[in-house]
């Protein structure tokens, strides 16, 4: 540990990325969850083909780096916490410097708005918004103490995150082509959040072994089988706002027939951890929900678009 921390800047922000944020796996998330969001604002509009490259490319790049900063700024607001309960984290232990990641966050929120002003300036005011509102997350709305108390407002108002991110992906095609948004993307919207609370409670289930003390999670707060429970029935909520996406943009039996295989298919982790509720068991449930995440983007608007362009 020490040893690393001795590294040069740019070896330790490459160890960081390894621990927090995998640049690879996250940038093929957002490059699918970015193309899900046009493809599905697209498809519903009754429009054919594809965004251009250029749009799209600055798109991907700006909803990464907004993950990013959503990364970097959780590094400052937990920082506390961290220190006290989680000291093996690349921050508290010292591999990275808080006053490294703030410089690093300045340096994309830059390249992100100067992107957007030179290639599609009026995608500026989305961004904003997903920025202003990521600063207020930043500072906990300005009442931490009582968010911090109340662990599902506290979660419901940071995976609001999700859609508006996605109100900004899905503008890359209305926005640019100054049409009004399909009310559809409503369900779309619905899903991100939706998603995004699987997402976070299938990273926080724990077998009772593994529970830290003051770290918290599901389990730890609802007990093993109520808090899997919960992240079950999360799923299944996400399930039937997509099979109602999926019916707007009228993707029939074929898109209610994938939904339905894939639901079964991530539940399947869940049922297993409510009879061993082992370490592994609790690790298969985190990897469920990201690719139910994905799955769920890949069948709303990858998937048809890519069938309709090829």
């Known amino acids: 540990m020490e040893v690393d921390n001795n590294k040069s800047t740019l070896s330790r922000l490459w160890i960081y990325q390894k621990e927090r944020f995998p640049i690879i796996v996250n940038f093929i998330a957002?490059?699918?969850?970015?193309?899900?969001?046009?493809?599905?604002?697209?498809?519903?509009?009754?429009e054919s083909g594809f965004i251009s490259l250029k749009h799209y490319a600055v798109g991907v790049f700006v909803t990464f780096t907004l993950f990013l900063l959503v990364r970097i700024f959780d590094e400052f607001k937990d920082k506390k916490e961290d220190a006290l309960y989680r000291k093996y984290l690349p921050v508290p232990r010292g591999l990275v410097k808080l006053s490294e990641l703030r410089n690093v966050a300045i340096v994309f929120a830059t390249l992100q708005v100067s992107a957007i002003l030179i290639f599609h300036p009026q995608m500026i005011g989305l961004q904003l918004m997903v920025l202003g509102y990521l600063c207020l997350m930043g500072v906990e709305f300005f009442v931490p103490n009582y968010l911090k108390k109340r662990?599902?407002?506290?979660?419901?108002?940071?995976?609001?995150?999700?859609?508006?991110?996605?109100?900004?992906?899905?503008?890359?095609d209305w926005k640019i082509?100054?049409?009004?948004?399909?009310?559809?993307?409503?369900?779309?919207?619905?899903?991100?959040?939706?998603?995004?609370?699987?997402?976070?409670?299938?990273?926080?289930?724990?077998?009772?072994?593994?529970?830290?003390?003051?770290?918290?999670?599901?389990?730890?707060?609802?007990?093993?089988?109520?808090?899997?429970?919960?992240?079950?029935?999360?799923?299944?909520?996400?399930?039937?706002?997509?099979?109602?996406?999926?019916?707007?943009?009228?993707?029939?039996?074929?898109?209610?027939?994938?939904?339905?295989?894939?639901?079964?298919?991530?539940?399947?982790?869940?049922?297993?951890?409510?009879?061993?509720?082992?370490?592994?068991?609790?690790?298969?449930?985190?990897?469920s929900a990201a690719i139910w995440a994905v799955s769920m983007y890949l069948i709303l608007g990858a998937i048809p678009m890519l069938i309709e362009v090829i």
Not at 30 to 46: D, E, H, L, P, Q
Not at 151 to 172: N, R, V, W
Not at 216 to 237: A, C, D, N, P, R
Request: aromatic share 14%; charged share 15%; net charge neutral.
């Open 151 to 172: 662990q599902i407002l506290y979660i419901t108002t940071h995976m609001l995150i999700f859609p508006l991110i996605d109100i900004y992906s899905s503008g890359l």
């Open 30 to 46: 957002v490059a699918v969850f970015t193309f899900s969001a046009i493809s599905y604002s697209r498809i519903c509009r009754g």
């Open 177 to 287: 082509e100054d049409a009004v948004p399909h009310y559809g993307l409503l369900f779309f919207f619905v899903v991100s959040f939706l998603n995004g609370l699987v997402v976070e409670f299938g990273r926080k289930l724990r077998a009772p072994g593994d529970e830290e003390e003051n770290v918290v999670s599901y389990t730890g707060l609802y007990g093993t089988k109520k808090g899997t429970i919960y992240w079950m029935l999360l799923m299944g909520l996400s399930y039937l706002c997509g099979v109602a996406a999926a019916g707007y943009a009228g993707f029939g039996m074929l898109g209610l027939l994938s939904l339905s295989v894939m639901f079964i298919f991530c539940l399947i982790p869940g049922i297993l951890f409510l009879k061993k509720m082992d370490s592994k068991s609790a690790k298969l449930c985190e990897l």
